[in-house]
């Protein structure tokens, strides 16, 4: 599979033959969404409803509009005044203008928000403290000079 910026993926397991035990389970971003399968669909759910984890960016976001997923989260996504054409959307006010959101087991972002998606995904899982993930993530976002002048060069 290549996504639309060229980057190849090697799928791992088809939804069949996931292991019983998922630790997280994301939905990625791209144009590959406007599709109805209800086995996916029920597995998501059957996430939501189980409190297990859920993350969403771009493309993957719409899939959970389109599948009446979204209801009970608050969520972001790329954009809802699209949404409003999905028959099964009905949640637009608990849509948040921000690039990621955070809520109970689902972490939702928008096309451009990979950064942001990232930081709220590592919190969710719990995999270091607020201010480690974002020291992380920092990285990324201000650039390793702007990094260095705020932390102190990670190398040395």
């Not at 791992?12 to 997280?24: A, G, I, M, R, S």
């Not at 969520?75 to 949640?91: A, C, F, L, P, R």
């Not at 480690?132 to 260095?148: A, I, N, P, S, W």
Request: proline letters at 2%.
């Amino acid at each position: 599979m290549t996504s639309l910026g060229g980057f190849q993926t090697k799928i791992d397991y088809t939804l069949e033959q996931l292991p019983n035990k998922v630790d997280l389970f994301i939905l990625v971003g791209g144009s590959n969404w406007p599709i109805n399968d209800i086995k996916l669909t029920e597995f998501v759910k059957y996430r939501l409803d189980n409190n297990e984890l859920v993350g969403a960016i771009c493309g993957g976001v719409d899939y959970l509009a389109r599948q009446e997923l979204l209801y009970n989260y608050q969520h972001t996504g790329n954009d809802k005044e699209v949404w409003q054409s999905y028959q099964h959307y009905n949640n637009s006010a608990k849509f948040k203008y921000q690039q990621a959101v955070i809520d109970n087991n689902l972490v939702t972002a928008n096309g451009t928000a990979a950064l942001e998606f990232t930081r709220l995904v590592l919190k969710m899982i719990n995999f270091a403290t607020d201010s480690e993930v974002k020291r992380m993530t920092d990285f990324y976002q201000l650039g390793f000079y702007k990094y260095c002048q705020k932390y102190g060069n990670p190398y040395s």
